[in-house]
């Protein structure tokens, strides 16, 4: 084993000096384009179905079992990935990742009906969901513990980045190279991050890590090996469930909103709803910056306080130009926590469970989430979409009191 530790892996941790070594910004460059990979595809596919509903003569039951069907596989993929790269590596799983992603979103292209879209775009799905928390393990174990936060908003970043592009290009090139082309430039993001990926090898802390532990146990197991434990876990599945919840059930009604409500053509409920994605974008940076100086359990409180607080300001406004920069504060709020889950979740759980800890508790909370839309749909067409997003803020309540009562205090931390 004294062979491996003096392998090139030894360069792959974090500088004893705090700053951020050569090797910690590759991580993040193949971490954050992995993720934007995700947002990119998810926010198109929205954007498409009713186009594919046209041309493969598709119900509006149909249509939405694409989605939700990319959401279980990506849970699945989640669960599946995040324990395979805590026993074979962060890298090789990441790059098993992003292959079967690309491959399935490029048959995506060539799909003749319903029921083989639908394979395609539940495999995919799987690809997708090793993302997030595979990716957060890997910057976390490269990037210098007072920076841990600001590493993890900026993955994070990474899926408003893909969400912005998907927004602004998708109404240029749709109408040009149609769906099928759509889905094949889907398949550049992954190409891109498989580049970066295959230049990177394993963090200094997993190499450790595997040459101390001859027999990896049961990672699922570790989340709830002692009471402190088992209680970090309960809270960050409420606290991921809420993030996921709100941020569905906003984003993906959002521009039906404006434009069936407010009359809004297909452009300009892109900007209204870039503009809110670059609110959010900005929140997830700033959580960032305060969540290494302040901590993570004040940065959470804050930023659940102000989402209460904007989500029923929002709900109120009617003008287009008010809700315009009301929405970039709302999504700064709302979406400014994912900034955050990474870090915590690196420092509450050892590294032979790391990776799977981030995409098991994320993964559980993207299901919450899925019913996110499902919610807001039922509530506005009974009452109104208005009623609709003032009942989410209620959501970040219980946010409060989970990360008050559960959620510790882990600023500064150094791996196990």
């Not at 090793?130 to 976390?140: D, P, Q, R, V, Y």
């Not at 469970?353 to 509530?379: C, K, S, Y």
Request: glycine share 12%; proline share 4%; aromatic share 12%.
């Amino acid at each position: 084993m004294q062979t491996t530790l003096e392998s090139p892996a030894m360069a792959a941790g974090p500088s004893a000096t705090g700053e951020v070594s050569g090797y910690g910004w590759k991580a993040l460059a193949g971490s954050a384009l992995g993720y934007a990979m995700d947002g990119f595809d998810l926010l198109i596919l929205g954007f498409m179905l009713p186009v594919i509903a046209a041309e493969l003569h598709l119900n509006p039951g149909q249509s939405g079992a694409l989605v939700t069907w990319t959401l279980i596989g990506a849970v699945a993929g989640g669960l599946i990935f995040g324990a395979l790269a805590d026993r074979y590596g962060r890298v090789r799983v990441l790059t098993w990742t992003i292959l079967l992603f690309a491959v399935f979103t490029g048959l995506c292209a060539v799909a003749q009906g319903y029921w083989d879209l639908l394979f395609y775009r539940t495999v995919a799905g799987i690809g997708l969901g090793g993302e997030f928390g595979i990716g957060m393990a890997l910057a976390a174990e490269a990037w210098p513990a007072a920076k841990r936060a600001r590493v993890s908003s900026y993955v994070a970043l990474g899926w408003q980045c893909g969400v912005l592009l998907a927004a602004v290009v998708t109404p240029l090139l749709l109408p040009v190279i149609g769906w099928r082309g759509m889905f094949v430039l889907g398949i550049a993001p992954a190409l891109v991050a498989w580049v970066v990926r295959n230049k990177l090898h394993e963090p200094e802390a997993y190499v450790r890590s595997t040459a101390k532990t001859q027999a990896p146990g049961n990672a699922f197991k570790l989340l709830v090996k002692d009471k402190f434990t088992a209680k970090a876990s309960a809270g960050l599945v409420v606290l991921c469930g809420v993030q996921n919840f709100g941020y569905y059930g906003i984003m993906i009604w959002l521009p039906s909103y404006l434009s069936k409500q407010l009359g809004f053509s297909l452009t300009k409920s892109a900007m209204w709803t870039s503009v809110t994605i670059l609110g959010m974008m900005v929140g997830i940076w700033v959580f960032g910056q305060l969540a290494d100086r302040i901590g993570r359990k004040p940065s959470f409180i804050l930023f659940q306080v102000g989402a209460v607080v904007m989500v029923l300001v929002y709900a109120q406004l009617s003008d287009p130009t008010t809700m315009l920069w009301a929405g970039a504060l709302m999504g700064m709020f709302v979406n400014g926590m994912l900034g955050g889950y990474g870090a915590l979740m690196s420092e509450a759980y050892p590294t032979e469970a790391r990776a799977t800890a981030q995409n098991v508790l994320f993964n559980i909370g993207r299901a919450i989430g899925g019913f996110g839309p499902v919610v807001v749909g039922t509530l506005a067409a009974q009452y109104s979409f208005q009623v609709a997003i003032a009942l989410l803020a209620s959501i970040y309540v219980l946010d409060i009191i989970a990360t008050v009562f559960l959620i510790p205090e882990l600023k500064g931390a150094e791996l196990e």
